[in-house]
């Protein structure tokens, strides 16, 4: 069984920081691509940012220059650090990752429970 903590949300005014961790746990072999998805009500679940595990990173154009993505393998955790945060950015964010979980096992991904991330003045 794997499972993916997420921490770090909160309330931020505009301009402001915050920083997500999402922890993997459990069975795991090897951890392929991590990264951040968010959810505003009422819209899809976009991609924020991924990281692979050679930390190769891609982040979505609206938050490119304010987040960064970032991992500690030997942690089995990502981090996302939200810079000049903006109302826009408003939503539940959600960690993503790709594991396998045994050898010659196929790769499978898992979420988390999501972490809300509410921008207002």
């Known amino acids: 069984q794997v499972q993916l903590v997420e921490s770090g949300g909160g309330l931020v005014q505009p301009g402001g920081s915050l920083r997500l961790s999402c922890a993997a746990s459990?069975?795991?072999?090897?951890?392929?691509?991590m990264g951040w998805y968010r959810q505003a009500p009422g819209k899809q679940r976009d991609m924020v940012a991924t990281c692979t595990s050679d930390g190769s990173t891609n982040y979505a154009d609206s938050v490119k220059g304010r987040f960064t993505i970032s991992r500690d393998n030997a942690k089995k955790t990502v981090y996302l650090q939200m810079n000049s945060l903006e109302p826009e950015d408003t939503a539940v964010y959600y960690c993503?990752?790709?594991?396998?979980?045994?050898?010659?096992?196929?790769?499978?991904?898992?979420w988390g429970q999501g972490t809300q991330v509410t921008v207002s003045s």
């Open positions: 993503n990752a790709v594991i396998k979980t045994g050898w010659g096992k196929p790769s499978n991904d898992y």
């Open positions: 459990g069975s795991i072999f090897s951890i392929n691509t």
